[in-house]
C-alpha cells in the first residue's frame, strides 16, 4: 500500500551485517517505522525516523532520505535469532495510519 | 511493558456466520487499529478509529465489516456474513496520541473460515 516496496528476500552471515532497503512514495510522507516480525508473531517495534540521516541504535540503526523516498534498516554484529521479516511501515498524515510494505525475510547463516 | 491483548488467539468458523474479534488496548492510547495478515503476505490496514469514530478505513474495510468500542471496553472487529477470503491472521494496534508514537500490534486472531 502506498507504494512501500521491499525485497522479498536477504540472506547473510552471523558476525556480519545485513542491510534492509524500504523505497516509498513521498506524496505527504510524515515517518516511517520498522518492524520485526517472526512467524506467526506479532510485529515488534524496532525504530521510528522521520528526520534525514542516519539513527545509531546499537544492534539496529535507521537510514533515511526524504527527498529519495528511501530507507533502509541496517543490523550489524548478526546472530542467528536475527533471521526474521522486517517490516517497513510508512505514515501519512491521515490519523497516524502506518501503510506496510510486504516485509524482508532475513537469514542469517552460520 | 504495556502489551495489546487480543482474545481468542484462534477462531473457527463455518462461511457465512458471524464472528467478533476482540482486542484490549494499551489502557491510556487513543488510537485503535485493525490489520490483516493473510499468511506469508503483507500487513494490510483495515481501519483506524479514534473518539469513538471511524477515522479512515481502506478497500478491504468491506460492508460486512463494523468496529466499536462501547463504553471503553474491548475495541472489536465484527466481521457479519464471513466469507471464505476473510481466513487471515488479524491484528490489533494501538497508540497514543503523540504524533511520532508507532502503533503497538498485540499477537493477533487467527481466523479460519471453512
Known amino acids: 500500500g502506498q507504494g512501500v516496496e521491499q525485497p522479498a528476500k536477504l540472506m547473510s552471515v552471523e558476525g556480519t551485517f545485513a542491510r534492509v532497503n524500504c523505497t516509498y512514495s513521498?506524496?505527504?510522507?510524515?515517518?516511517l517505522s520498522w518492524y520485526q516480525q517472526r512467524e506467526g508473531q506479532a510485529p515488534v517495534f524496532l525504530s521510528y525516523v522521520v528526520l534525514d540521516g542516519l539513527k545509531d541504535s546499537g544492534h539496529f540503526s535507521t537510514f533515511l532520505s526524504r527527498s529519495n523516498g528511501y530507507s533502509y534498516l541496517l543490523l550489524t554484529e548478526l546472530q542467528i535469532k536475527d533471521s526474521a521479516s522486517y517490516l517497513c511501515a510508512v505514515r501519512f498524515p491521515n490519523y497516524n495510519v502506518l501503510y506496510f510494505g510486504s516485509g524482508t525475510k532475513l537469514t542469517v547463516e552460520p | 511493558g504495556p502489551k495489546v491483548l487480543q482474545i481468542p488467539s484462534h477462531q473457527i468458523i463455518d462461511m457465512g456466520q458471524m464472528v467478533t474479534l476482540n482486542c484490549d488496548p494499551v489502557?491510556?492510547?487513543?488510537?485503535f487499529y485493525w490489520y490483516k495478515q493473510i499468511l506469508g503476505q503483507q500487513m494490510e490496514f483495515l481501519v483506524n478509529?479514534?473518539?469513538?469514530?471511524?477515522?479512515?478505513k481502506s478497500k478491504l474495510f468491506k460492508d460486512q465489516f463494523s468496529v466499536e468500542r462501547p463504553d471503553g471496553s474491548y475495541f472489536t472487529l465484527k466481521i457479519q456474513p464471513t466469507a471464505l477470503e476473510d481466513s487471515a491472521v488479524y491484528f490489533c494496534?494501538?497508540?497514543?496520541?503523540?504524533?511520532?508514537?508507532?502503533?503497538?500490534f498485540g499477537e493477533g486472531t487467527r481466523l479460519s473460515v471453512l
Open positions: 489502557s491510556n492510547h487513543l488510537y
Open positions: 478509529f479514534y473518539n469513538g469514530k471511524v477515522m479512515e
Open positions: 494496534a494501538s497508540s497514543g496520541d503523540s504524533n511520532n508514537q508507532a502503533p503497538l
Open positions: 513521498t506524496s505527504g510522507f510524515n515517518g
